[in-house]
């Protein structure tokens, strides 16, 4: 890691039997940490047998009240949470649930944004009118909780390449990227469409 990220330590380990909607189920091992660069309550799941996979699959997953608990179908968070579980079990891996709410703009100002896109803005544009970056979420923490974790090589599974370009740049190493699903509706699909025009997702949305 570069001199510029702060040590981190594992503070707790934690058995949770993890239950979704649909019925699928796996436990996981929680883990806590010290010394994060950003003072937030990131977690990492440990998920099937990391140590036994030539390289572990990794999720940075940031928070999404409206999608991961309450079911939104205004995002595709809540579906990607459920797959990205499933998946990284079956090869071991980690999840990493990353407290950064809006892209990193805090749960209120997501849903000012929302009432933004109600009048025709897309995602991005919505945080700028309200004078927020388009994307605030920094990744520091992230690579400070694989190298905790003893991880400095990993399949990431994510259709977004900043989080590949960040943790490169604090030294974690990408063997190879694995898209996630498209969990596209009538609701989402402008949102997900954003998404590839803004930032360069990689997500095949059908014309």
């Known amino acids: 890691m570069g001199s510029n990220v702060a040590p981190t330590t594992v503070r707790t380990r934690l058995r949770i039997p993890l ?16 010394g994060l660069v950003d003072g937030l309550e990131h977690l990492a799941l440990v998920l099937g047998d990391p140590a036994g996979a030539e390289v572990p699959l990794v999720r940075l997953h940031s928070e999404c009240l409206t999608g991961d608990v309450f079911g939104s179908a205004r995002c595709d968070c809540g579906p990607q949470l459920r797959e990205a579980t499933e998946r990284i079990a079956g090869v071991g891996g980690y999840l990493l649930y990353l407290r950064q709410e809006g892209r990193g703009i805090g749960l ?58 960040q943790l490169i740049a604090h030294h974690i190493q990408i063997r190879h990227r694995l898209r996630t699903g498209v969990f596209a509706n009538s609701t989402n699909i402008r949102y997900l469409q954003a998404k590839v025009d803004k930032q360069g997702h990689q997500i095949t949305l059908a014309s």
Do not use: C, H, W
């Open 19 to 34: 239950r979704f909607d649909d019925g699928y189920a796996v436990d996981a091992e929680a883990v806590t940490f010290t």
């Open 108 to 165: 209120y100002s997501k849903l000012d944004a929302y009432a933004l896109q109600d009048t025709g803005l897309d995602t991005f544009a919505a945080n700028t009118a309200l004078g927020l970056p388009e994307d605030g979420r920094d990744y520091t923490a992230a690579a400070q909780m694989l190298t905790a974790l003893g991880v400095g090589t990993i399949d990431l599974l994510s259709n977004n390449p900043d989080k590949a370009e």
